[in-house]
């Protein structure tokens, strides 16, 4: 089929590589318009429009697809299917019906359970024991067309937002191919979402990422795991944000001290009194520092007894 395919960021790579291995044609690739970033902030490609350059494949990167004359451009690449992974922009009706079979998209979870901007995160957030991925037929509604196809990913008390997000965008690529392959043999089954079911994932803040030691253990432990990648836990030190990246609910100790106190530290962990619990951060960083275990972090240093 002649595919255009619609991503911007690194977890709709592995989708994109998988169609340019198979017997698809992907006849152009859109992406968002490129960014500044690093401190030079240099324009720089996002991860999907560097395969599609490296491949020789057309990329367009409108700065909405609402106007006329960027609908005709897509239409004259007439594309049997259109394929939407993390691409960031939205796409109005006329654009979902160019498409000779409509615009699927790979959604990070097991909808209806989390739509939205955040799917991965928030899963995790919730304390939900597993998540996936849901090939869906776009919709005018967010996130809200038939399911074609899912595929489930556990969640473990050890995955972060980012080792989701991973494992997510390999499962994606592989559902997709799939889908496909029942799109062309006309052996697709939608199902309609019920939305009763329906959570949705709102988008992540900075705000959000300053952890408050009232709250449980077992809240805290998955708000840092959820946000390894993005936007980061942190708690205050010395008045600047200590970035915490990877931690261990121990739900089990009673930790009398008042929440945000440091209660022990080893080389095991820096363990931390909540409302409820003791949380135990593996993983850290200061200002302009590098990430550290909490092992390297306690060379030469110590936080017992240190109220965050």
């Not at 169609?19 to 401190?39: F, K, M």
């Not at 006309?186 to 079911?197: I, R």
């Not at 609910?249 to 929440?259: A, F, H, I, K, W």
Request: contains cysteine.
């Amino acid at each position: 089929m002649r595919v255009v395919y619609a991503g911007t960021p690194e977890f709709a790579v592995p989708a994109l590589q998988a169609l340019l291995t198979s017997g698809h044609e992907v006849v152009a690739v859109y992406c968002q318009p490129d960014r500044p970033a690093g401190r030079g902030r240099k324009l720089t490609f996002g991860a999907v429009k560097q395969v599609a350059v490296d491949a020789g494949i057309p990329v367009e990167q409108p700065l909405s697809l609402k106007a006329v004359e960027e609908q005709d451009k897509l239409r004259a690449y007439a594309p049997d299917v259109l394929i939407v992974a993390a691409y960031g922009l939205i796409l109005p009706q006329v654009v979902l019906d160019i498409p000779r079979h409509g615009c699927l998209n790979i959604h990070g979870s097991l909808l209806p359970r989390w739509r939205g901007a955040a799917p991965i995160q928030r899963a995790i957030q919730a304390g939900d024991t597993e998540t996936g991925v849901t090939i869906m037929q776009m919709a005018a509604g967010l996130d809200t067309g038939d399911m074609l196809h899912k595929v489930v990913c556990p969640i473990t008390a050890t995955d972060g937002g980012q080792s989701i997000h991973d494992k997510l965008a390999a499962q994606g690529a592989t559902a997709l191919l799939h889908t496909l392959a029942l799109l062309e043999a006309g052996k697709l089954q939608p199902e309609a979402q019920d939305d009763a079911l329906a959570n949705y994932a709102h988008k992540l803040t900075k705000a959000e990422a300053q952890i408050d030691w009232t709250q449980t253990a077992a809240v805290i432990d998955r708000t840092i795991r959820a946000f390894d990648a993005y936007p980061v836990a942190f708690t205050l030190y010395e008045g600047q944000p200590l970035r915490l990246f990877a931690s261990r609910s121990l739900s089990e100790v009673e930790g009398n001290s008042p929440p945000g106190t440091v209660i022990a530290e080893s080389k095991s962990g820096i363990d931390i009194a909540t409302g409820e619990g003791v949380v135990r951060i593996l993983s850290l960083q200061l200002p302009g520092g590098k990430r550290l275990t909490a092992e390297q972090f306690l060379n030469g240093r110590s936080l017992l007894g240190v109220q965050l």
